[in-house]
Nanobody, 112 residues
Framework: QVQLVESGGGLVQPGGSLRLSCQASGNRFSLATMAWYRQAPGKQRELVASITSSGSTNYVDTVKGRFTISRENAKNTVYLQMNSLKPEDTAVYYC??????WGQGTQVTVSS
């Protein structure tokens, strides 16, 4: 069984930055693809970014150039650095150890 615990969400002004963290339990992390998803009110959950075990990354077009996903296998942790935040980035952000495990989510609110 794997548990994923996210942290780092909060309220930030437009143009600001946040870094989300997701720490995994167990021994599957280093071999797994990790991903961040988000779900805004009234919308479907969408993939934001992913990173494979070898470090290859993928981003949704709306965050390219602003968000960076990274991982630190020694700490079983994946990060999402979010810069130049916009109000439309407001959502609950979820960590996923592909395909089977999800975190509980962390709220990100971008507002002045």
């Amino acid at each position: 069984q794997v548990q994923l615990v996210e942290s780092g969400g909060g309220l930030v002004q437009p143009g600001g930055s946040l870094r989300l963290s997701c720490q995994a339990s167990g021994n599957r992390f280093s071999l797994a693809t990790m991903a961040w998803y988000r779900q805004a009110p009234g919308k479907q959950r969408e993939l934001v970014a992913s990173i494979t075990s070898s470090g290859s990354t993928n981003y949704v077009d709306t965050v390219k150039g602003r968000f960076t996903i990274s991982r630190e296998n020694a700490k079983n942790t994946v990060y999402l650095q979010m810069n130049s935040l916009k109000p439309e980035d407001t959502a609950v952000y979820y960590c996923r150890l592909v395909p089977s495990y999800w975190g509980q989510g962390t709220q990100v609110t971008v507002s002045s």
